[in-house]
Nanobody
Framework: QVQLVESGGGLVQAGGSLRLSCSVS????????MGWFRQIPGKEREFVAV????????YNHDSVKGRFTISRDNVMSMVYLEMDSLKPEDTATYYC??????????????????WGQGTQVTVSS
């Protein structure tokens, strides 16, 4: 069973940067697409970015508009989300997720089979 653990969240001022990390174990990491979502209380979980097993990427451009970069290390079974030019509206709990088998660039929560516990990102104005 795939297990995911996020880290790297915290408090940052607007305009600053953070790098989130996700450690993955217990599954065929290199064959799965990996995604990042975020959620604020009372709202649905929002797609942020996904990276395929071959390092293709897809972003929620309406939300991140080139400010975020997703990457993966198939040797270390790690996924990263580099977040630059952070805005107060980026404040949320960020979740790492493993795509279901054969999903190439999944964007919906239903296309993911395992989730981390989340890491809080707070951007102050």
């Amino acid at each position: 069973q795939v297990q995911l653990v996020e880290s790297g969240g915290g408090l940052v001022q607007a305009g600053g940067s953070l790098r989130l990390s996700c450690s993955v174990s217990g599954g065929p990491f290199s064959s799965l697409a990996m995604g990042w979502f975020r959620q604020i209380p009372g709202k649905e979980r929002e797609f942020v970015a996904v990276i395929s097993r071959s390092h293709g990427t897809l972003y929620n451009h309406d939300s991140v508009k080139g400010r975020f970069t997703i990457s993966r290390d198939n040797v270390m079974s790690m996924v990263y989300l580099e977040m630059d030019s952070l805005k107060p509206e980026d404040t949320a709990t960020y979740y790492c997720a493993a795509g279901l088998p054969l999903k190439v660039l999944p964007k919906t929560t239903a296309e993911y089979g395992a989730w981390g516990q989340g890491t809080q990102v707070t951007v102050s104005s």
